[in-house]
């Protein structure tokens, strides 16, 4: 299971990337925590699990990102290249990530900076993962139809997390679904109708935010 985190490439989130690294390693010791396809596991007994994170100015020592391969920034091009290689992108709640993830039709699960904790100026990443949370809600009718589910997380393939517990309970579900039944191309025209309609639906709430 190769999965990209990404923090953006300025103000590091520690918090974020701690919840990965700790869920990571439970993982590693127990690779049963998620079912995956046929050689996901190597030989010897460990686990597959691959994760980049592209963690920002951090401080945190190396132990404490174990197992995460760690870089501060990624060129754009890296970057690209860094999502289309996951099989599951866990990033901040900026909406450039959210929207690359969408536009390349992978899985994503995000996590808000929150003002209050000061890993961001003020809680505009709260009140994006709120929004989008609304917007894959009223985008669920149409994906329900078409997949034949009751959870429009499981059509988008999108979740979000509101804290690291959250974050704790999604991971492994999100990668079970990701191993059951893999992403397809790597193209937003090859998306589903409901989810072509939330990323152009994200595309007008930026639109507003810059006009505001």
């Not at 754009?76 to 929207?99: E, K, N, T, W």
Request: hydrophobic content about 40%.
């Amino acid at each position: 299971m190769n999965i990209f985190l990404t923090v953006g490439s300025q103000m590091p989130f520690d918090r974020l990337t701690l919840a990965v690294a700790h869920w990571a390693r439970k993982e590693i010791r127990s690779p049963a925590a998620f079912s995956s396809p046929a050689g996901e596991h190597r030989s010897d007994g460990s686990s597959a699990l691959q994760i980049l994170a592209q963690i920002g100015q951090s401080t945190l020592s190396v132990q404490e990102t174990h197992p995460l391969q760690c870089v501060a920034a990624l060129a754009p091009s890296a970057y690209r290249q860094a999502c289309l290689d996951s099989q599951l992108i866990v990033a901040h709640a900026g909406m450039g990530s959210i929207l690359t993830a969408m536009e390349l039709n992978r899985p994503l699960i995000v996590m808000p900076r929150r003002g209050r904790q000061r890993e961001t100026r003020n809680d505009h990443q709260w009140d994006t993962a709120m929004k989008l949370l609304e917007l894959r809600a009223k985008s669920s009718g149409q994906a329900d139809q078409t997949a034949g589910t009751n959870d429009p997380r499981e059509v988008h393939r999108l979740w979000v997390a509101t804290d690291e517990a959250d974050l704790a309970h999604l991971l492994p579900r999100a990668c079970r679904l990701v191993a059951s039944a893999p992403c397809g191309p790597a193209h937003a025209s090859d998306a589903s109708p409901a989810r072509r309609a939330l990323i152009e639906n994200l595309r007008g709430v930026i639109h507003s935010q810059v006009a505001s």
